[in-house]
């Protein structure tokens, strides 16, 4: 949580923080701004002080919505002005800009920088700005990164979103459900009006729709994938691949709320009838995701959850990421990760080495069991994302049936 940055930085021996970049696909700056949506600018933070926003002029009404302690940047750092001083030079326009916010603001001593801008610039930019710094050393992180600890436990109002964005996402998924079933059938194919068969694309393009009518994005493609597709993790699923009776279809939807904040859910379905294989697979699945639900509880190791998975599949006979690394039949992924801002994000419910996080207040995490089986023509996966209150108590945000097969008409 935001209240935790200045306990955080003190950890990691940071006297100062530096957020740069444009609002869009940049997460940190997101999480400080609320969502605002602002171009070049920068987020800055002495260790217990407030946080400090530099804007441009036009965004001065975003900006102020934000709450943060505010810094005009034309008004006093105009561009144009240090572009003139270094003849048009942007990297060293750039860098005297930093330099200049740097000085001004006391950003003195180790000075962790973060925020979204590209790697290659990044680097020169980092590297000519250090070498105008005489008080200040700039340290980056990798791994476990301040920002994404902070980010891991979410608030009351920050689930409030989430739980918003869930059930507009379990709307959609509903509506979908039933696009589908008013098709007609010939033989084994699920067949729109005029008798051309209805296509995974077809279904995506509704889809797309109807996140878009509730004011929900898809950042990343859909997964709708059917059959041998469905036995691929993250297949998407071919857009030309018509819908047949008794075939599984996994259906994996992760749209970004209004908010900022993502939901993540999947339910596998089999339309018309499922073959006795696949009801024995799909039983095995939410056997477990029932389980794990039960199990997970604020103080729990997060990778207890997954062993306890891993175990369960052994000892069904299917093959695991543990039994056969880098398989791709059985149970080939860890049980599940934190959602926020990022769709996936800390904590990581995986045995990965080094992996001790506790389950704690705030936490956000999808539970997703699946067994894979492409060459055998199917796989199954069931999630939902859930959230621990700051009371403890855990809050299932994704609210849709479970159910395997979906009856036509």
Partial sequence: MKQDLDRLMAERNLDAVLVVGNSAGNPVMNYLTGGAHLERALVLKRRGGPLTLVHGGMERDTAAATGLRLIDR?????????????????????????????????????????????????????????????ATEIVGEYG???FGLARETKDAAEIAQMAEAGRLTGVVVGETQEFVRQHAVHGDMIVKADGAPLTIGDVKSFVRTRLLYYGLSEDGDTIFAQGREAGVPHNRGSESVALRLGQTIIFDIFPRGGSGYYHDMTRTWCFGYATDAVYALYEQVKEIFDRT???????????????????????????????????????????????????????????????????????????????????????????????????????????FPYDLVVPMG
Avoid: W
């Fill in 74 to 134: 034309d008004a006093q750092y105009n561009h144009m002005r240090y572009l003139q001083e270094h003849d048009g030079n942007r990297l060293a326009a750039e860098v005297a800009y930093l330099a200049d916010v740097i000085h001004d603001e006391n950003l003195r001593g180790r000075l962790g920088v973060y925020g979204m801008i590209d790697a290659g610039a990044a680097m020169l930019l980092l590297n000519h700005l250090q070498d105008r710094l005489l």
């Fill in 144 to 146: 476990e990164t301040l």
């Fill in 293 to 399: 639900m039960a199990a997970a509880r604020v103080g729990l190791p997060c990778r207890d959850l997954q062993q306890m998975t891993l175990d369960y599949f052994e000892a069904k006979g299917h093959p695991t990421a543990r039994t056969h690394p880098g398989g791709h039949d059985g149970y080939v992924h860890s049980l599940g990760h934190g959602v926020g801002l990022d769709v996936h994000e800390g904590p990581s419910l995986s045995i990965a080495a080094g992996n001790y996080t506790l389950l704690a207040p705030g936490h956000v995490v999808s539970i997703e069991p699946g067994l894979y089986y492409p060459e055998r023509g199917y796989g199954v996966r069931v999630e939902d994302t859930i959230a621990f209150q700051t009371d403890g108590s855990m809050l299932n945000l994704t609210q």
